[in-house]
């Protein structure tokens, strides 16, 4: 699902206009990004949890060559499945 299909999905959903829900999608991303910039965490009870978390300098190879490189620490977004959305994920393979 790309993020046309998403806002149409909300839409129908919701039973709103598709501009509206545009602009729901969108002041929904803005808002996650802006608070994981900031170094918060957003945790929806039952879906899931966005965070931030630092991953260490460390050494790798260049797969190309095979020489050792040194990879810089980074920040990187996590997103962790709630229980709930768990089971209802598996409920579905099941």
């Known amino acids: 699902m790309n993020k046309a299909e998403l806002v149409a999905a909300v839409a129908e959903k919701a039973g709103i206009q598709r501009t509206v829900a545009e602009?729901?999608?969108?002041a929904f991303t803005d808002v996650v990004s802006e608070?994981?910039?900031?170094?918060?965490?957003?945790?929806?009870?039952?879906?899931?949890t966005f965070e931030v978390v630092e991953r260490a300098a460390r050494e790798g190879?260049?797969?190309k060559s095979g020489e050792p490189?040194?990879?810089?620490?980074?920040?990187?977004?996590k997103f962790k499945a709630g229980k709930a959305?768990?089971?209802?994920v598996n409920e579905v393979d099941a």
């Open 23 to 26: 602009k729901a999608v969108k």
């Open 35 to 48: 608070q994981l910039v900031s170094g918060d965490k957003i945790q929806l009870v039952g879906f899931g």
């Open 61 to 63: 190879r260049n797969p």
């Open 69 to 77: 490189m040194k990879i810089e620490a980074s920040k990187s977004p």
């Open 85 to 88: 959305l768990k089971d209802m």
